[in-house]
Every structure is written in structure tokens, then in C-alpha cells.
Nanobody
Framework: QVQLVESGGGLVQTGGSLKLSCLAS????????VGWFRQAPGNAQSLIAC???????YLSTPVSGRFTISGDKSKTTVYLQMNSLKPWDTAVYLC??????????????WGRGTQVTVSS
């Protein structure tokens, strides 16, 4: 059974750090692009980071310079290191995988998300 499971969310103070993990179950990320999305209440879901199978990465403007996306050598886990967190980073963070290996294309598999809350 194909699954994506996010972990690592929680409550942190402004300026703190969290590292999210996206674990693939039932498949590997070989040939996939993996993206991290976030959705805050009342806001649309948005892509904030992505890594493709070639190792190329994308970071959206609001998180560039603070967040880093990386993958492990086994291609089963993708990480999102989040530093200098701000209250407006509070959201549900979801990972998704696209078999087209393009971050811009539709995603085939989605996790259920992990809550990140940044207190002021």
C-alpha cells in the first residue's frame, strides 16, 4: 500500500527550528519529485519546497533562506529543515510525490499532514 507519512511537527517559539520528515511506504521516491505544501486556516494550499530525483530544489520566496529541503540516499525520506520560524509559518504541512519528477506538475500521492504551530 502506497503511503506518505509526515512527522516532526509541533509547537515551537518564534525563531525556533523544526525538522519535518516525509516517509514513503510501499514505494520509493526514485524518479519522483517530492514537494512540501502548507495550508493555514482560511488560506489556499501552497507549494513551499520541492526536490526532484536529480537533486534540484525549489524554495518559495517566503521560506527561502530559512528552510532547506533534502532527501536521504535510500530515497524513502525527504526532509524539510525549518529555521527562524515565524508565527505566520503556522500551518498544516503536507508532503506529496509526483511521478513526473516535475515540481510544477500534478502530484500523485499525498500525506495527511503534520501541524506546525509557531508561538509569538
Amino acid at each position: 500500500q502506497v503511503q506518505l507519512v509526515e512527522s516532526g511537527g509541533g509547537l515551537v517559539q518564534t525563531g525556533g527550528s523544526l525538522k519535518l520528515s516525509c516517509l514513503a511506504s510501499g514505494f520509493t521516491f526514485d524518479g519522483y519529485a517530492v514537494g512540501w505544501f502548507r495550508q493555514a486556516p482560511g488560506n489556499a494550499q501552497s507549494l513551499i519546497a520541492c526536490i526532484n530525483d536529480n537533486g534540484a530544489t525549489y524554495l518559495s520566496t517566503p521560506v527561502s533562506g530559512r528552510f532547506t529541503i533534502s532527501g536521504d540516499k535510500s530515497k524513502t525520506t525527504v526532509y524539510l529543515q525549518m529555521n527562524s520560524l515565524k508565527p505566520w509559518d503556522t500551518a498544516v504541512y503536507l508532503c506529496a510525490a509526483s511521478r513526473t519528477n516535475y515540481c510544477e506538475n500534478d502530484y500523485d500521492y499525498w500525506g495527511r499532514g503534520t501541524q506546525v504551530t509557531v508561538s509569538s
